[in-house]
Antibody, heavy 123, light 107 residues
């Protein structure tokens, strides 16, 4: 069964850091681009970041560029999101998702999603 | 960045109704448009990719169409399990964007 399992969420103070992990199973991890999407309480979906299968190319939303870093360890089938300089507006459920193919641009959406992990930034 | 605008933002309909949701891109995205369904407290689910291709397991009452800047998601005969929020998303650019969502409620 294809599965994604996020972890690492929690309560952090403004300016703090957190690292999210997403453990993948049931598919050839290196063959697929991966994406993080977040959803603030009561709000819509917001794309955060994507990474190619090799990890060689990464892309970020303007709202997190310079503060968040996406990475992957293909030997561990795990995706990461390092979040620094956190702000109240980063409070959200963070989902990792598998891209339908290996591409990011000219691609076909995200077909497998984790259950989400909650990040709360508050003093 | 490419902006995605959905309409309407909310919609009330009855079981058996035909419903159409539209999504407009701020520039041409060819057919790199995807539709998701999200129910409260759950992760989004991919319904349609590449504007009109069905994701595996999606009922045939869902259909998508469009190209360029204008796209539609149609549910031909609403079922009780279809009441949810729907999002469009463009994957033409390396910087993905979602529409703001359409909440489909029971009339």
């Amino acid at each position: 069964e294809v599965q994604l399992l996020e972890s690492g969420g929690g309560l952090v103070q403004p300016g703090g850091s957190l690292r999210l992990s997403c453990a993948a199973s049931g598919f050839t991890f290196t063959s697929y681009a991966m994406t993080w999407v977040r959803q603030a309480p009561g709000k819509g979906l917001e794309w955060v970041s994507s990474i190619t299968g090799s990890g060689g190319s990464t892309y970020y939303a303007d709202s997190v560029k310079g503060r968040f870093t996406i990475s992957r360890d293909n030997s561990k089938n795990t995706l990461y999101l390092q979040m620094n300089s956190l702000r109240a507006e980063d409070t959200a459920v963070y989902y990792c998702a598998k891209n339908l193919g290996g591409l990011i641009r000219f691609s076909y959406g995200m077909d497998v999603w984790g259950q989400g992990t909650t990040v709360t930034v508050s003093s | 960045d490419i902006q995605m605008t959905q309409s309407p933002s909310s919609l009330s309909a009855s079981v058996g109704d035909r419903v159409t949701i539209t999504c407009r891109a701020s520039q041409s995205i060819s057919r790199y448009l995807n539709w998701y369904q999200q129910k409260p407290g759950k992760a989004p689910k991919l319904l349609i990719y590449a504007a009109s291709s069905f994701q595996s397991g999606v009922p045939s009452r869902f259909s998508g169409s469009g190209s360029g800047t204008d796209f539609t998601l149609t549910i031909s005969s609403l079922q009780p399990e279809d009441f949810a929020t729907y999002y469009c998303q463009q994957s033409y650019s390396t910087l993905y964007t979602f529409g703001q969502g359409t909440k489909l409620e029971i009339k």
